[in-house]
């Protein structure tokens, strides 16, 4: 992809995402067996790991954008620094800020005011002092080197065009040992040109994504490594058995079939370390 298309995609996903912040649109809120929307946001949550209580105390936060449960399996302790990638409303920083408790912090980092001022408005609702949502891009991000114990992102890296320089700056920021869970979107295989193609595709998580050997290549060159998958979903093929909207417009439009698509998106939560490739993991809060 040209620099200038890859910008071209940012805004768009830029725009979008402002959009779903404000009300306007919905996004595609993960796989279910209902379609999203119309009160079913909670359930599609549900489905992907989130606890009842958690998501009915973080309603405000909750936009129903993510593919994955990411902060449970990180294993934040108290005291610890986080940073979520791609915060949205804020549902991520919130559940680590509670594990990390008030001598901790967690940085969320987005990219569309329109997200950062929803997320500010939820976090100052909540009391939380030990947060803190900056503006900037994941590929070069407003935060220090070596500052940070723990790593996550819900459905984001994907819509992001260079991939290899996201990784690279987790491993810059966070400190020797540090980990990471991210949920993300990959490829088992290429899709139809028509798709590839299409930017509504893209923004909606689709054509955004990379294979999955190219993008755990990219994971491990950044020096993440001991990585352990702990969820691999088929995210599509869910969603084309629930038929949202989006997705239905999106066959349409482009022309491809349901089946050219069933199994090839997949939604996968990882685990990895920061380390040397001479070094062993840091132990049981790192990769175990």
């Known amino acids: 992809m040209s620099a200038s298309n890859a910008e071209k995609m940012v805004?768009?996903?830029?725009?979008?995402y402002g959009?779903?912040?404000?009300?306007?649109?919905?996004?595609?809120?993960?796989?279910?067996?209902?379609?999203?929307?119309?009160?079913?946001?909670?359930?599609?949550?549900?489905?992907?790991?989130?606890s009842k209580a958690e998501i009915e105390s973080l309603a405000d936060a909750n936009l129903g954008l993510g593919c994955g449960a990411p902060i449970d399996p990180l294993k934040l302790q108290p005291g610890e620094h986080a940073l979520d990638l791609?915060?949205?409303?804020?549902?991520?920083?919130?559940?680590?800020?509670?594990?990390?408790?008030?001598?901790?912090?967690?940085?969320?980092?987005?990219?569309?005011?329109?997200?950062?001022?929803?997320?500010?408005?939820?976090?100052?609702?909540?009391?939380?002092?030990?947060?803190?949502?900056?503006?900037?891009?994941?590929?070069q991000l407003p935060v220090v080197d070596a500052s940070i114990d723990a790593v996550t992102s819900n459905c984001v890296i994907n819509l992001v065009p260079d991939k290899a320089a996201v990784f690279a700056e987790i491993a810059r920021v966070l400190k020797p040992g540090g980990r990471l869970v991210i949920s993300d979107i990959v490829l088992d295989g290429p899709l139809p040109p028509a798709?590839?193609?299409?930017?509504?595709?893209?923004?909606?998580?689709?054509?955004?994504?990379?294979?999955?050997?190219?993008y755990f290549a990219a994971l491990e060159r950044a020096g993440l490594r001991d990585l352990e998958i702990l969820k691999d979903?088929?995210?599509?093929?869910?969603?084309?058995?629930?038929?949202?909207?989006?997705i239905r417009a999106l066959l349409e439009r482009t022309g491809v079939a349901a089946e050219d698509l069933r199994g090839k998106v997949r939604s996968v939560t990882f685990r990895a370390c920061?380390?040397?490739?001479?070094?062993?993991?840091?132990?049981?809060?790192?990769?175990?």
């Open 233 to 246: 979903l088929d995210y599509l093929g869910a969603m084309l058995d629930a038929a949202p909207q989006e």
């Open 11 to 16: 805004a768009q996903v830029r725009e979008k």
């Open 86 to 139: 791609g915060s949205g409303a804020g549902i991520d920083v919130f559940l680590a800020a509670k594990r990390v408790g008030a001598e901790g912090r967690v940085i969320g980092v987005d990219m569309t005011p329109e997200m950062l001022h929803k997320a500010r408005a939820n976090a100052a609702k909540l009391g939380l002092d030990h947060v803190e949502f900056r503006e900037g891009r994941l590929e």
């Open 19 to 50: 959009k779903i912040a404000e009300g306007k649109v919905q996004g595609c809120c993960g796989p279910s067996p209902t379609p999203c929307g119309g009160g079913l946001i909670e359930a599609v949550s549900e489905s992907l790991g989130y």
């Open 195 to 214: 798709i590839e193609k299409d930017v509504y595709a893209c923004v909606g998580c689709i054509s955004g994504a990379m294979q999955r050997p190219a």
């Open 274 to 288: 920061k380390r040397e490739a001479t070094q062993s993991c840091c132990g049981p809060t790192c990769c175990g």
